[in-house]
């Protein structure tokens, strides 16, 4: 087996550069890579371009990145939930590039599949749909939408094994495959790191094949954003 | 009298079919879960990655890595299944979800729907909302009739950048249930004690009414 471990975030994130283009795994801030994010803002890179769902809230997440003014460009469909961006985007100090969240995820899949482009019904006839080739396909309308380009995906897994086999749990899963499939360097991170022949080759949601470098992460924060609960009776 | 968030929502809940797959957006129908008829098995779908969603977890035991698209901490039930999000927009594009329930800013009579930006003051992203519209068989809008001005946002034509184009079918209101074809809203029902006169002059769009409007029925 290809051996794909390094020894932490540091060692992960050589070759990281400024104005770069990432993808970021986690769906609110649920599946992120902490470490990574954590790593990105110790080395101070700028102007970056990241493509991830959302864009954490004030202090967490990529939060912390756009507080350092590190980003110059977000993609994603839906940034709600954080002041600094809303206040950095109606300024123009920050590009925004909104996606409905089906193309944003097909997009991702599109890059790591080989697949240049393809057709969405998503956005037809609003302004996502802009300046964008559309066609009839049995009665109805579809948007041509494109792969992306990402020098680096930063992913967050449940459990990895030494190749980089992954396996997610729960909803932390979300776009984290896909940009497993589309970086040109795939960087995860892990709860759990383990010997190869540990998983279950059953069970695997992301082959290793998709991965170049995988630790162990630590110091996991997974902060939730709206804790709703049933009270005990 | 106008209808409470939770009556829209127990009269949506009247729409839903034995056996059907449901996705529901985040505020009013949310609460649609509350209401699930009687001998109805309804599975709800949840963006991010789930299917067979349960209720809120029991205080303690929250899980950070189970949450739904509005990043509440929710439960999975039995039979349920976890997926990523190239699938999880597969099933909705795929029209293997059977209904949609969304909220909305504005309606308009041709099945427009405006929900998510107001140019230069609020830009949060449409989520999930353009993929959902874009492709359910069935999208049923919950929404009040009017806003805090007392304005309609039944409308003859969206003003607000729009969601998707000519897919509403069904509007749930504070007043009325009002169905959308012939580029008009059809009266079908009235909120308990709300006139036809009032509803009139709460509707912008052509709003169309024939013989007698029941009221809503609540059990």
Partial sequence: ?233 | MALSKQQIAQRIAQELQHNWYVNLGIGIPTLVANYIPKGIDIEFQSENGLLGMGPFPIEGEEDADLINAGKQTVTVLEGGSLFDSAMSFAMIRGQHVQLTVLGAMEVAQNGDIANWKIPKRMVKGMGGAMDLVASAENIIVAMMHTNKKGESKILKTCSLPLTGVNCVKKVVTNLAVLEIRDNAFYLIERAPGVSVEEIQAATEGDLIIEGEIPEMKFD
């Avoid at chain 1, 396996?167 to 991170?189: D, H, L, Q, S, Y």
């Avoid at chain 1, 759990?192 to 992301?206: A, F, R, S, Y």
């Fill in chain 1, 1 to 233: 087996m290809i051996n794909k471990v390094v020894k932490n975030a540091h060692e992960a994130l050589q070759g990281v550069e400024d104005g770069m283009t990432f993808m970021l795994g986690g769906f609110g801030l649920c599946g992120i890579p902490e470490n990574c994010i954590s790593e990105l803002v110790e080395l101070g890179a700028k102007d970056l371009t990241c493509i991830s769902n959302n864009a954490g809230v004030d202090e967490f997440g990529l939060g912390l990145l756009l507080k350092k003014h590190q980003i110059k460009k977000m993609i994603s469909s839906y940034v709600g939930e954080n002041d600094e961006f809303e206040r950095q985007m109606l300024s123009g100090e920050l590009d925004v590039e909104l996606i409905p969240q089906g193309t944003l995820a097909e997009r991702c899949r599109a890059t790591g599949a080989g697949i240049p482009a393809f057709f969405t019904p998503a956005g037809y006839g609003t302004e996502v749909a802009e300046g964008k080739e559309t066609r009839e396909f049995n009665g109805k309308m579809y948007v041509l939408e494109h792969a992306f380009e990402s020098e680096f995906a930063f992913i967050k897994a449940w459990k990895g094994d030494t190749a980089g086999n992954l396996i997610f749990k729960g909803t932390a899963r979300n776009f984290n495959p896909m940009m497993a499939m589309a970086g040109k360097i795939t960087i995860v991170e892990v709860e759990e790191l383990v010997e190869v022949g540990e998983l279950d080759p059953n069970q695997i949601h992301t082959p290793g094949i998709f991965v170049q470098r995988i630790f162990q992460g630590t110091d996991y924060e997974k902060r939730i954003e709206q804790r709703t609960v049933t009270p005990k009776s």
